[in-house]
């Protein structure tokens, strides 16, 4: 099994900043991409920013500029620094990893998530 742990989040004004992380633990073999979502009220969840195990990453267009994502691949683990945070950004973020595990001796993958945390910006 693999458990995605998310911590950060919180409340803040507009014009501030956040910062998430996400550490992946279990039985790993090789954590493949990671990224992170986000699900505002009535709303679909959303592509927030990716990164792949080499660090090239991709970002909606919403949050190019202002929102950074990094990791650390020897900790299985992904970060998301939110700058200049506007009230729309206002979401359950959760993270999310493509991961490899080895079973009898064979690799198989699958997406895993976390439990989700809040982001709250105030105007």
């Known amino acids: 099994q693999v458990q995605l742990v998310e911590s950060g989040g919180g409340l803040v004004q507009a014009g501030g900043s956040l910062s998430l992380s996400c550490a992946a633990s279990?039985?790993?073999?090789?954590?493949?991409?990671m990224g992170w979502y986000r699900q505002a009220p009535g709303k679909q969840r959303e592509l927030v920013a990716v990164?792949?195990?080499?660090?090239?990453?991709n970002y909606a267009s919403s949050v190019k500029g202002r929102f950074t994502i990094s990791r650390d691949n020897a900790k299985n683990t992904v970060y998301l620094q939110m700058n200049s945070l506007k009230p729309e950004d206002t979401a359950v973020y959760y993270c999310?990893?493509?991961?490899?595990?080895?079973?009898?001796?064979?690799?198989?993958?699958?997406?895993?998530w976390g439990q989700g945390t809040q982001v709250t910006v105030s105007s």
């Open positions: 999310n990893a493509f991961v490899t595990v080895l079973t009898d001796l064979r690799g198989y993958s699958y997406t895993y």
């Open positions: 279990g039985s790993i073999n090789r954590v493949n991409s």
């Open positions: 990164i792949t195990s080499g660090g090239s990453t």
